[in-house]
C-alpha cells in the first residue's frame, strides 16, 4: 500500500506496516461510547527518510521498528503507558507519540534518518497522520 507522504529529497525513504492491539477508554463524558474501556487492531505505516544507510546496509532496521512499537503497546491498556499520564490515548495523540518514540529512536543512529510521519488506523474508517511542523533533524 502507498502512503502520501510529504515532498522531500533524501535519497531513501522507508514505510514499514504494524499492527498492534490494545484497549484504551477517553475519561471525559463528551466522549460518547468511547469513554468506556474498548479496544482496536491498530494500524500503523511509519515513514523515515535518510540519505546513508548503515554498515549492514539498512536506513533502519525493520524489525526494530515493529520491537519499538509493539513492546510498548501490543496487549495494553493505553491508558496505563507513562506517556499517557497526561493527556488520554486519542488516535492522534497515538500518531504523535509513535512519532515521538520513532524520532528518539532514529536520533541516535549514526546514519541520522528522520521520520517524516506516522500513519495510524483505529478502525476501517478512522485513521490519522501525524507530521510535524519543523524538520526535528
Do not use: W
Not at 463528551?30 to 536506513?59: M, P, Q, W
Amino acid at each position: 500500500m502507498s502512503y502520501k507522504t510529504p515532498d522531500h529529497d533524501y535519497r531513501f525513504e522507508l514505510n514499514k506496516d504494524l499492527n498492534f492491539s490494545a484497549a484504551h477508554f477517553i475519561p471525559d463524558d463528551r466522549a460518547g461510547k468511547c469513554s468506556n474501556v474498548h479496544g482496536h487492531t491498530y494500524f500503523v505505516n511509519i515513514t523515515i527518510a535518510g540519505d546513508e544507510l548503515d554498515d549492514l546496509g539498512f536506513l533502519v532496521n525493520f524489525s526494530s521498528l515493529k520491537s519499538l512499537i509493539s513492546d510498548a503497546f501490543d496487549h495494553t491498556l493505553l491508558n496505563e503507558h507513562e506517556r499517557f499520564q497526561e493527556r488520554p490515548p486519542t488516535t492522534e495523540t497515538m500518531a504523535e507519540t509513535i512519532y515521538d518514540m520513532v524520532a528518539e529512536f532514529v536520533d541516535g543512529l549514526d546514519n541520522r534518518p528522520v521520520c517524516l510521519q506516522v500513519y495510524l488506523r483505529e478502525t476501517p474508517t478512522s485513521y490519522v497522520i501525524y507530521r510535524p511542523k519543523e524538520s526535528r533533524n
